[in-house]
């Protein structure tokens, strides 16, 4: 049984501090995880996305990647309200299909003003 | 806006009713999903289609049935819900099933259904 598993929350924390969101995965063979943001009653949007060990950053996020820890994490810089959404982790676990992303619960980060 | 697009966006329906949900992708994409969020669930992936063709049925039952006509438009056909099939049915594109960046998912807005 392919897990990815995230602290539900909620998360909160003050306007203009930084939020970290974590995720474990229990598929050693993954290759490719993701980071995304589902507003409430809405569809999930893609925020980033990760391949190799190390950081990745695009503006305000920060992607992290320990594949021998197998986690995945999320930092958010500078927090605004409007951020304030479910952020669901997605690792892709390879199959003869090719692509099959198993997703986390999600986190629910909520940003006061 | 993706480039994924589903629709009814909201659909009631009883248990014996027959009802289909559409979704389109104008991406180019090669490869929809199909999946189901419920509430204080993780997303369920149910099918999967590669160039038409669907590599992965995830378990799901049969009064759900799928249907990809093209590597644009994929259909899930509704006969015989059960009240405990309420949720929301996002269908996902990507352009490259096999890995790597084309692999990335973009959702739909989703379908809200509700089975009386």
């Known amino acids: 049984q392919k897990e990815v598993e995230q602290n539900s929350g909620p998360l909160s924390v003050p306007e203009g501090a930084i939020a970290s969101l974590n995720c474990t995965y229990s598929d050693r063979g993954s290759q490719s995880f993701f980071w995304y943001r589902q507003y409430s009653g809405k569809s999930p949007e893609l925020i980033m996305s990760i391949y190799s060990n190390g950081d990745k950053e695009d503006g305000r996020f920060t992607a992290q990647l320990n594949k021998a820890s197998q986690y995945v994490s999320l930092l958010i810089r500078d927090s605004q309200p409007s951020d304030s959404a479910t952020y669901l982790c997605a690792v892709n676990s390879p199959s003869h299909a090719g692509n099959m992303l198993t997703f986390g619960g999600g986190t629910r980060l909520m940003v006061k003003p | 806006e993706t480039g994924v697009t589903q629709t009814p966006r909201h659909l009631v329906m009883g248990m014996t009713n027959k009802k289909s949900l559409k979704c389109e992708q104008h991406l180019g994409h090669n490869a929809m999903y199909w999946y189901k969020q419920s509430a204080k669930k993780p997303l369920e992936l149910m099918f999967v289609?590669?160039?038409?063709?669907?590599?992965e049925n995830n378990s799901v039952p049969s009064r759900f049935s799928p249907e990809c006509p093209n590597s644009s438009h994929l259909f899930l056909h509704l006969h015989t819900l059960q009240p405990e099939d309420s949720a929301l049915y996002l269908c996902a594109s990507s352009q490259d099933p096999g890995g790597g960046a084309g692999e990335t998912q973009y959702f739909g807005p989703g379908t809200r259904l509700l089975v009386l």
């Open positions: 289609y590669n160039f038409k063709e669907q590599t």
